[in-house]
């Protein structure tokens, strides 16, 4: 059983799952981040490897990529600051990015050094659905490497099926076709989430997009198992002068 599976085993709801960029806000914060979440009670981490032109991610979040890039943060320096994290991190850390800069650095070498990293699973937005099943797939599944398919209030029913076959560890609802960070009409979001639960799915849902304080995490966890959040957090860190004391406050904002 991955980590993935045994936190949603022990944790049925109410997962807080928290997005961080890799280098940033300096480009060694990264496992003071980890870290910090971790002690401040987050159940999962996502993060997110900078790129130039990430399709998926509003200002806030493209920003923070600006300057990690700006930092000099890589795939191959992640994997470095990465390499003994299992030491200290224990709860489920997935990655986060987007293929070009993978394939550049080398598709089944990505996967064999998050796996002997401790990665737990991928999120790639821009992998689809056809080369996952043809030629991407196999790689992954053979690293023992979750991976984690999109849906958004558009996805047909037909597909969102599919998808969840495919995927592993828990499916990411979108809640609406829009970059991160913007505000979402939470009513919306109910109705789509209830769309969800009705299909019985395979895998738990976790509810990312607009997630951005304790109400909103509140009123996803009405009807998915739990939340992500980005942008808010990524907020948080950018004036912060103490990532530990800026983490903190921040956590028991959303969970106290």
Known sequence: MSRIEEIFRAKKKRLLNVYCTAGYPEVDSTLTVLKALQDSGVDM?????????????????QKSSTIALANGMSVSRLFDQL?????SITVPVILMGYMNPILQYGFEKFCANAAAAGIDGLILPDLPMYEFETEYGAIIRKHRLDFIFLVTPETSEERIKKLDELTSGFLYAVSSSSTTGRDKNMMNVKTYLQK??????RNPVLVGFGIKDKESFNDACQYASGAIIGTAFIKALETSTSIEKSVKQFMDGILA
């Open 45 to 61: 981490i996502e993060i997110g490897m900078p790129y130039s032109d990430p399709l998926a991610d509003g200002p806030v979040i």
């Open 83 to 87: 390499q003994d994290f299992r030491k």
């Open 196 to 201: 969800l639960e009705n299909l019985k799915l």
